[in-house]
């Protein structure tokens, strides 16, 4: 992480580290560590040179938390190292590190912060404060800890309105030569550059402001700074170029509960110079609960996604459909299990995934996760990369 970064969330952490040592007999303490090792074996050999087929990793995450004054101010950290047999996919990251004072109906957190914004399964797209850990994580759910100062106030009347000042953008990493899901051309995290002069320190801002209706909870969102997704320019000689646009962002995302029944949309409007866009994702979850006593819930689900950009969408869900199921066996051990497909409606692509986990006593839990990528054009720009990239995974963690 930049060396002035580091020193800009110190001078922030000196008067609060003094708040909690005058508070010291105050104070409550929480320390949790996960171990996991991971293993990566993808079922073919790769389309580019270099690409090796399994890969096996060892991750940890530590984290901390100190709370004084009644629960009032506390401190947490979440930290995160991962070693890969890909270069670029051995990094390490604070996830979280920050303070938060809580006083009345307001609240104020200053440091590395994880936000999530959304209600949809398949496309997060209204989630737009954190960069993506792309080497974490193919689907996009892993996320790197963005430095900020969030303000929000809170009303039982008129909802929560929250407020963010992000004083630095954090660059997203991409596989190496070595790595899978990859480009044919290396993308290193330096090749990528910035709209604005003041590149990574050109600020961004956000507000949202979400509350519940009855059965309805809704969120309204705007961004307005350094986008978090690069834009990629693919050359006729096959090079890519690609930079971090200058980007305004109006966001809703929408739940309606009704019974077993989960409503959810999500939208967006993005205006950079470069492009601007309009997506949507829109379905509906339904839950087989507490099947004949047993405790199993199965839940059904299935949602649309658009994106005006069609075949230049970074994302791969431009006019597809994903189908899925939930299924929770709501055991001992917290056994679950999530089955889904996404189809091109224009193009025909079809991938498919599967992904588990299970307790294994009391410390311990294994998870396994199936990517198959089972037909893909050749007219999907991002997906046409990966068509050699099913895999499976399979990780234990242990929990201290």
Excluded: C
């Excluded at 303490?29 to 996960?34: I, R």
């Excluded at 193919?138 to 969030?150: A, T």
């Excluded at 899901?181 to 550059?193: K, S």
């Amino acid at each position: 992480m930049n060396t002035k970064l580091i020193i800009v969330f110190l001078l922030f952490l000196v008067p609060i580290l003094g708040v909690s040592q005058n508070n010291e007999d105050k104070a409550v303490h929480d320390f949790s560590l996960e171990v996991e090792s991971e293993f990566r074996y993808f079922l073919e050999g790769g389309a580019f040179q270099g690409q090796e087929r399994f890969f096996p990793s060892i991750a940890v995450r530590p984290e901390y938390s100190i709370s004084w004054n009644q629960g009032y101010d506390e401190l947490n950290f979440a930290g995160f190292a991962r070693w890969d047999r890909d270069n670029n996919r051995t990094h390490l990251d604070l996830r979280e590190f920050y303070y938060q004072r809580a006083r009345g109906n307001w609240e104020l957190g200053i440091g590395l912060k994880k936000i999530f914004w959304g209600v949809t399964e398949s496309n997060h797209l209204v989630d737009i404060i954190n960069q993506t850990d792309q080497v974490e994580s193919f689907d996009g759910e892993q996320k790197l800890g963005q430095p900020m100062v969030q303000f929000s106030y809170i009303t039982e009347s008129s909802g929560t309105f929250d407020f963010f000042y992000l004083p630095y953008h954090r660059k997203r990493v991409f596989p190496g030569e070595e790595g899978r899901l990859r480009f044919a051309q290396i993308i290193e995290a330096d090749d990528l550059g910035y709209e604005s002069r003041n590149e990574e320190w050109h600020p961004s801002f956000a507000l949202r402001w979400s509350h519940y209706i009855g059965d309805i909870d809704l969120g309204i969102s705007q961004f307005y700074g350094t986008g978090r997704e690069p834009l990629f320019v693919f050359n006729p000689d096959f090079s890519i170029t690609a930079f971090y646009p200058e980007i305004y962002q109006a966001g809703l995302d929408l739940q309606y509960t009704k019974n077993a029944f989960l409503w959810k949309l999500e939208s967006i409007y993005r205006y950079a110079e470069a492009q601007d866009f309009f997506a949507v994702t829109a379905g509906v979850e339904y839950t087989f609960s507490n099947i004949n006593g047993a405790g199993l819930d199965i839940g059904v689900l299935t949602e649309y996604s658009y994106d005006s950009r069609d075949e230049l969408a970074i994302t791969t869900l431009q006019n597809d459909v994903f189908y899925g199921s939930r299924i929770a066996l709501n055991d001992q051990f917290d056994s679950s299990l999530l089955i889904g497909g996404v189809t091109d409606i224009s193009y025909g692509t079809t991938a498919l995934s599967v992904e588990g986990s299970r307790r294994v006593g009391s410390s311990s839990k294994i998870s396994l996760e199936a990517r198959i990528f089972a037909t893909v054009s050749d007219e999907e720009l991002l997906l046409s990369n990966f068509q050699d990239d099913s895999f499976l995974r399979g990780t234990w963690s242990y929990f201290f």
